[in-house]
């Protein structure tokens, strides 16, 4: 039995956390020099989608040891639609690693991390990482820190840290600022503060056995894997344990783990403090206490934050259904969305009356991720436009209001003042970071934010920094203008052909390619008006008697524009849906035909006319 630190790594989105822990992993040996990993960049970030995006989704565990005392290591998410993650696994650390970009400073998501740290009495070291960077600020970012711990500390002890230096990227870390960034160091300096700094978790090796399930994972042999820290007691395999919330399910510990670098190894006892991997306890959920037989007392459960953006997904209804996907039904479409709910705790799931079912989530991207890892999995799905959950407090309406935060090259100072104006945004406050960039810090409606990101990455070619988190509920604003410009709508079902897509390039730009299939009530492009128009894409060149053969040159067409996942969303107005399939991402009208179209509009202009 060693000695154990459990440490959590915080931080706001692309501050460095992930290749932070590379380092330590590389550099305390956990792996041989000639391993593949030694060569591998973001090793916790095993997800496909992880990788593709350059983000941390799923909190993941991993342990170094270090002058014979192991480290547990909790990497978490930096986005805030994944803060979910963070919540659940903040309770099995004594210690909380904070990273902060030199160059930006603290962020909102720094804020929400740090606030839930200190309030669960965790302590802090604070790593300002990228000092080498062009325009790092070091002082002003350690001011800026200072002044964070005062008005989130609980405890006047926690206004007292030790800050530390960073070159993550190549894994030097410094007591100091160094004089020369080029500086030779690794990562030991980190090390020392965390064995010195962070408390060993409570050895209670006497008492019953007692844990907080925080997390879940599964094992094609094994089943349900349940994760936790041991509050107290010991466990050994083999050994019958229960749920205090109901002590009729009684269960068997079949295999023990701890972790051991990235692995996990296979164990017959555990120790009070220590991070574990269990399986047997197939009736466990996420906020569980599980004891021994008898023990009927629960330990606090996991807070998780309210969700603030949903969806409506159904089975897909379009032409092609069932073309592409493997499940298709609504049952089985029913089964993974619950099957999500038992690790998505950010998630929440309810069925219409109608059959459909409406999934709350963090935000777009939270929800966007999901539906990537439906269609990956073979799922078939049509969704409706992202909604902002609007509460009713002593019978008035109120919205999530979130704090924006931008930083972008001085040039597009013009082009984010109009755009955040036209969605009602509060301007909090505006300074230059640099002779090059500026930093805005608006408090807007989380229903003004749905399709923004979208439209700024364009507008400021992809040079822009945006970030928001949740900070309030507040009276319902005045309604927000519809933003996009109308679709181009395929009115024939067939191939698209260059002759046709010619004639749709004339209106807008167009989302398909020749030759790809399409039918009736698909959007295939967006018009530069704001009417929708119906074209025909399928259509070729006529010929005559005279005119044999299409010999009028050849065609050329601009690229069509792709549109990810996220900007499919982004794109919807309320009579459309998103048709997601494991092959295809399609635009499509509610009402396919142009007569159905008309007729419902008929129905709303006589509607409003009543």
Do not use: W
């Not at 790593?127 to 002003?140: C, E, F, Q, S, T």
């Not at 040159?553 to 048709?579: C, H, K, M, W, Y």
């Amino acid at each position: 039995m060693k000695s154990i630190r459990n440490v959590v790594v915080i931080a706001h989105v692309d501050h460095g956390k992930t290749t932070l822990i590379d380092a330590l992993l590389k550099q305390t040996h956990v792996f041989r020099d000639n391993q593949e990993e030694m060569g591998v960049e973001r090793i916790l970030d095993s997800n496909d989608i992880e990788r593709e995006r350059g983000i941390t989704i799923l909190a993941k565990n991993c342990s170094v040891n270090y002058k014979d005392i192991k480290v547990n290591i909790i990497d978490t998410p930096g986005h805030a639609d994944f803060s979910g993650e963070v919540e659940r696994t903040l309770g099995m650390a004594e210690g909380a690693i904070l990273i902060i970009d030199a160059q930006e400073g603290p962020m909102p998501q720094t804020r929400f991390v740090l606030k839930k740290a200190l309030e669960i009495g965790l302590k802090p070291l604070v790593v300002i990482n990228k000092i080498d960077k062009k325009y790092a600020r070091i002082p002003y970012v350690i001011k800026k820190t200072e002044n964070l711990f005062l008005q989130l500390a609980t405890d006047e002890s926690q206004l007292t840290f030790p800050i530390l230096y960073a070159v993550g990227r190549d894994g030097r870390v410094f007591k100091d600022i160094p004089a020369d960034f080029n500086e030779k160091s690794d990562v030991t300096p980190l090390l020392d503060e965390i064995i010195k700094y962070v408390p060993e978790p409570k050895i209670a090796n006497d008492k019953s056995f007692k844990m907080l399930v925080s997390s879940f994972d599964y094992d094609s042999h094994l089943g349900r894997i349940v994760i936790g820290k041991i509050h107290q007691g010991t466990i050994e395999k083999g050994k019958k344990l229960t749920l205090t919330s109901d002590p009729s399910k009684i269960f068997t510990v079949e295999k023990l783990f701890v972790s051991k670098g990235l692995e996990r190894l296979k164990t017959e006892k555990a120790y009070s403090g220590d991070i574990i991997f269990f399986a047997g306890a197939r009736d466990a959920n996420i906020g569980d206490t599980v004891a021994e037989q008898g023990d009927l007392v629960s330990l606090p459960g996991i807070k998780i934050g309210e969700p603030t953006v949903h969806i409506t997904i159904s089975p897909n209804t379009s032409p092609f259904t069932g073309n592409e996907g493997e499940f298709s039904t609504n049952r089985q479409l029913e089964e993974r969305l619950n099957k999500e709910l038992e690790t998505n705790l950010s998630l929440k799931l309810e069925k219409r009356k109608d059959g459909k079912f409406k999934v709350s989530g963090r935000g777009e991207l939270h929800l966007a991720v999901f539906l990537e890892n439906l269609r990956r999995e073979g799922y078939e799905m049509e969704v409706e436009k992202p909604q902002v959950i609007i509460k009713e407090v002593d019978g008035q309406k109120m919205e999530p209001i979130e704090e924006l935060n931008i930083i972008v090259p001085s040039e597009y100072v013009g082009i984010i003042n109009q755009e955040l104006g036209k969605r009602y945004a509060t301007l909090v406050s505006t300074e230059p970071i640099n002779e090059k960039e500026v930093e805005f810090i608006y408090h807007v409606p989380t229903r003004a934010i749905i399709g923004l990101r979208g439209i700024l990455m364009s507008a400021t070619k992809g040079t822009i920094l945006l970030s928001a988190q949740l900070i309030d509920h507040k009276p319902l604003g005045k309604k927000i203008p519809k933003m996009r410009c109308g679709a181009l709508i395929a009115s024939k079902s067939g191939n698209a052909l260059s002759y046709g897509l010619r004639a749709a390039q004339e209106r807008g730009i167009t989302f398909i390619e020749p030759g790809v299939t399409v039918y009736e009530g698909m959007i295939i492009g967006a018009n530069a008006k704001t009417e929708d128009i119906s074209i025909n894409v399928c259509k070729g060149k006529q010929l005559t008697n005279m005119r044999s053969k299409s010999s009028d040159g050849v065609i050329q067409l601009t690229p069509p524009e792709n549109l990810s996942l996220e900007r499919n969303l982004d794109f919807l107005e309320d009579d459309e849906l998103l048709e997601i399939t494991p092959a295809s991402l399609r635009l499509r009208k509610k009402q396919l035909t142009e007569l159905d179209r008309r007729r419902i509009q008929r129905k709303q202009k006589h509607y409003l006319a009543q």
